[in-house]
């Protein structure tokens, strides 16, 4: 059986992996690939937040009856996120290799401790919560249209 803690960290390693590779390629200036790699580091992102706001977080919150808690958190940080991949969008549209590196300096901060937030305390306690209806959960998050 799957859970959702190990999933979704290794989604989160996904996303990882392609945003280092978008700022090797804005550092580079290779303004093209930068701006393709981007795009995909935020539609997997995106269908990241997507798998959660639409299916992991309000099953998290059916089940505990928080819905001020943790997943609350989780949206406002997703916000501020996307704030930056629109900012991040600017700076690669203008070719601005700083603006865009200080941007996703800020970004990686975020994400990191974003991250270890769930997947060491939201993740595993949706996880108890859930107990053995994880895999049909997961299969409903799989099935998340990427809006991106």
Not at 25 to 46: G, I, L, M, P, Y
Not at 77 to 100: K, P, V
Not at 124 to 140: N, S
Request: negative net charge.
């Amino acid at each position: 059986m799957s859970t959702i803690t190990d999933t979704m960290a290794r989604d989160h390693r996904r996303c990882d992996e392609i945003f280092s590779t978008a700022e090797e390629q804005v550092a580079s200036a290779d303004w093209d690939a930068a701006s393709d790699v981007f795009n995909r580091f935020r539609q997997a992102t995106e269908h990241h937040f997507s798998m959660e706001e639409d299916v992991l977080f309000p099953e998290f919150e059916s089940r505990t009856g928080q819905t001020m808690g943790p997943t609350q958190m989780m949206r406002m940080e997703h916000i501020q996120m996307r704030q930056l991949f629109s900012d991040m969008e600017r700076a690669l549209t203008s070719r601005d290799r700083d603006g865009y590196l200080g941007l996703s300096e800020t970004l990686m901060m975020i994400m990191q401790q974003h991250n270890m937030k769930e997947e060491q305390m939201l993740y595993p306690m949706t996880d108890q919560v859930i107990g053995t209806d994880a895999d049909d959960v997961l299969k409903r998050m799989e099935g998340v249209e990427n809006v991106a």
